[in-house]
Every structure is written in structure tokens, then in C-alpha cells.
């Protein structure tokens, strides 16, 4: 198929690709690249087009995996089991076909519409100050590298090309498949509720060692936030969970439709904003329930907007948030949206965010028919003053010679793509500007 537009969902990213391709297999991805790579035609895989960067735009041929899904394996472990799964799988589909076998991921983000791959590759996290993101979950992969050639690797079999491709913004090749570390299905015991600002960053330590899974919302333009702590269960816990109508009117009335026409009369209206922020921090209720982890894990989110989230160290986050707080008033900035606050442990991955420090995470947001860029601006200048590092699937302005210095392995990770990609097949002016 010839001559198609495609948009990511945020709008923000567009791509007129010669050709676009579907393959049934890996064995079809492995010929599409030999082909493209012959003919000097660049290629990106595609996945649900979530990344709010350019990361999968192209002009050459694009490689959609939405006929790669499902489960290939289960291989029972201590505390779980080794899934194979194919790399176009949504994870909310993949979700379910877990619980049907007795598993959970150990870990998720709070968006579940994207495909594995590609919410690997661009280094989805999720929260919990004693887990990691989703990278560090994957214990073998399956690659279609430049040279069209199919390799399997993992920690003890190609492990620079495993290390590397763990977290790999799709610059060495195709990923086919994974296999993931899942644990015996579990579920969660959620409880919301609405706190001042200042108590929850006063005791942020206890708190982040006490909770499985914490985060909080924070209401731009007041000192209230919403509170999510959510804790691990044993998979026979019974379930509790949201009544149909309680959910309808938090998740989908309130949280999305009415959210949603706020931020629409708000564009236009700017002003409005610090009172209708006033009034939501206001109206915020407690609830609590049980339910399965991927349930309490994943949010419904149908408003669009436009998002960028730096990954700093834990102890900077009191300061960094506070130097926020005096954007907004001393800037002029009138933001609809809450900054959402998460965690993650430290981890090995090279290109990973979270790479050998615990870290909290800052995401910002505006709606998408709003102008980001002065604000996110500014708040990239106060996350980039304490060592911050860009989430590579969402929007930032760093270039390589700066993101460098951040990344220990970072020169690791060009000499992969160099051995591996050497006519940068897979790249494109993203990759170039983030990696050289």
C-alpha cells in the first residue's frame, strides 16, 4: 500500500511513507527489510503511534506489526514464567491473555493501548520506587537487523546486541518478538484520595518505601493533589471492584468528558483555568478498591494532549517542583492539566531513564490544541539543571552531544547501531538528533 498519510495519536508527528507494509511473520518483516535496504529505502516499525516524538516518521517504507500478536510461549519459572510474545501485541490484549493463564506483568505504565515493542522501545516505566520500567522485563528478543538477518538474543546469547535492543528507539532493527519476565497473577488493593501538596512531599520517603506502586497528580495553579496508592495482593485475593456507576461518573464523566470540554473552552479562554483547577482539587473524592493489577494499572485516557516527562533524581523533586510552582505564577502559564508525579528503582538498561539511580518522574502535559512549547521549554531548563533525562517517547528539544553526558553507556549504545545499523537503515532525523 502506497500513498498514506499516518499520524501519531497526539497529532504532533506525520509521515507520508512510499510504502507500508503489513507482514504476517517475521520471515516476511526479515525480506521487507533485505528489500528496503537494497534499494537504499529507509524503514521504521510501527506500533500504535503513542510516542508523542517523530520517532517512527519516515518518507520510506513503514513496517506495521499489527499482524504479529499473541503469545508464542509460556515457560514456567520460581515465581512466574518466561512469556514469548509477539511484538505487535497490544498490551491491554496482552493483559488479558495473561490473566487467562494465571500471570501479570510485574509492572505497567498507565496507558495500555500500545503495542509491546514499541512501549519498550521507547521506555515505558510505570511507578514503584522498588520496581523498574518495562525494559527490564525482557529477557530475550527476537531482531530483524539491517542486513535482514533474524537474531535471537538475550543476557547470555548476543548480549551487546541484547543490552542494546532492550531499549532501543528502534534504531538497530525490527523487533519480532519478546519474552518477558511475568509473576503469578496478582492483584491490587487501590486506594485514591485527595491531600495538600506540601504533607505528601513532606513525608515522600516513607511513603515511596511503604507503597508497592505510588504517584500523585498535582493540580497546577493550587497546592492539592490526587494520590494513588496501590498495593500488591495474592492472585486469590477476592476482587472489589469500582461499581459501574462510581466508575462511569470518576473515569469517563468526569475524567474524560467533562475534563475534556473544560480544556476545550479553556483554550480559548485561558483565564478560567486556575479557578476550574481550584474547583476540580475541590470536588476530588476518595475511593478505594480491588481488582486485577492490569486493571488498577491502566487509565482511560480519550482527551488528547500533548506531553513531556523528565526522569530526575528522587531528592530533587521537592526543589523542582516548587521552581514549577513559581513558573506558573511568575510566568504567566495557565495549565488545565495535572503534572503527574511517578517513581522507578535503578536499573542497568543502557539508554534506560532510570539508568543507575532511583528516580522520580515529572510529566507534563497541556491539551492538544493548546501551544506547548514555551512552557515545556521552561520546564525542561528546571529538570535539565538537576541532571534530568528526556522520557524518548515524549516531546523534549536535547540533541546528542547533550543527552550524552547523562547516559554512562550511551557510547555503549552508538557502537551497537554502528556494528549493527551501519548505513542507518533504521534511522531517521529523530534518531540523528538524539543519537548522532
Known amino acids: 500500500m502506497t500513498g498514506t498519510t499516518w499520524r501519531n495519536w497526539a497529532d504532533c508527528a506525520r509521515a507520508e511513507p512510499q510504502v507500508v507494509a503489513h507482514p504476517a511473520d517475521a520471515d516476511e518483516v526479515a525480506r521487507l527489510v533485505r528489500q528496503a535496504s537494497s534499494s537504499g529505502v529507509p524503514v521504521k516499525a510501527v506500533g500504535a503511534g503513542h510516542s508523542f516524538t517523530p520517532v517512527a516518521v519516515t518518507d520510506g517504507m513503514h513496517i506495521h506489526l499489527d499482524r504479529l500478536t499473541g503469545i508464542e510461549s509460556v515457560v514456567p519459572t520460581a515465581t512466574g514464567a518466561h512469556v514469548t510474545v509477539r511484538a505487535g501485541t497490544r498490551l491491554d490484549r496482552l493483559n488479558e491473555l495473561l490473566w487467562s493463564l494465571g500471570l501479570s506483568m510485574i509492572n505497567l505504565g498507565d496507558i495500555d ?63 519480532t518478538k519478546m519474552t518477558i519476565d511475568c509473576r503469578n497473577a496478582y492483584v491490587m488493593h487501590a486506594e485514591e484520595r485527595p491531600e495538600p501538596l506540601d504533607d505528601v512531599l513532606s513525608d515522600l520517603d516513607r511513603i515511596r518505601a511503604a507503597i508497592d506502586h505510588f504517584e500523585f497528580y498535582w493540580w497546577p495553579h493550587t497546592r492539592r493533589v490526587l494520590t494513588k496508592r496501590n498495593t500488591r ?101 495557565r495549565i488545565g492539566f495535572p503534572i503527574e508525579v511517578r517513581f522507578a528503582a535503578a536499573d542497568d538498561v543502557w539508554l534506560s531513564t532510570a539508568h543507575g539511580r532511583d528516580t522520580a518522574y515529572v510529566a507534563v502535559h497541556v491539551y492538544w490544541k493548546q501551544d506547548h512549547r514555551q512552557y515545556f521549554r521552561a520546564v525542561e531548563e528546571i529538570a535539565r539543571s538537576v541532571d534530568g533525562r528526556p522520557h524518548w517517547g515524549k516531546l523534549h528539544r536535547r540533541a546528542a552531544p547533550d543527552l550524552r553526558p547523562a547516559y554512562p553507556r550511551f557510547d555503549d549504545f552508538v557502537a551497537a547501531r554502528d556494528e549493527y545499523d551501519p548505513d542507518r537503515v533504521f534511522g531517521n532525523d529523530y534518531l540523528t538528533r538524539v543519537l548522532g
Not at 143 to 169: K, M, W, Y
Open 113 to 175: 493501548v500500545q503495542t509491546l515493542a514499541g512501549a519498550i522501545a521507547t521506555g515505558t516505566h510505570g511507578t514503584g520506587a522498588a520496581f523498574g520500567g518495562l525494559a527490564t522485563q525482557v529477557v530475550g528478543l527476537e531482531i530483524i537487523t539491517a542486513a535482514g538477518d533474524t537474531v535471537a538474543c538475550s543476557a547470555e546469547h548476543n548480549p551487546t546486541l541484547f543490552q542494546a535492543a532492550r531499549l532501543s528507539l528502534g534504531a538497530l532493527g525490527v523487533l
Open 233 to 333: 495482593l495474592p492472585g486469590s485475593t477476592p476482587l472489589r471492584p469500582v461499581g459501574r456507576v462510581r466508575g462511569y461518573i470518576d473515569d469517563e464523566l468526569l475524567s474524560n468528558t467533562v475534563f475534556g470540554a473544560i480544556n476545550a473552552v479553556s483554550t480559548h479562554v485561558p483565564a478560567v483555568i486556575p479557578h476550574a483547577n481550584a474547583a476540580a482539587a475541590r470536588l476530588l473524592s476518595a475511593r478505594e478498591y480491588t481488582d486485577a493489577a492490569h486493571h488498577v494499572f491502566a487509565s482511560s485516557r480519550r482527551v488528547r494532549f500533548r506531553e513531556m516527562e523528565y526522569a530526575i533524581p528522587v531528592a530533587e523533586l521537592p526543589g523542582v517542583l516548587e521552581r514549577i510552582d513559581r513558573l506558573l505564577t511568575d510566568g504567566g502559564h
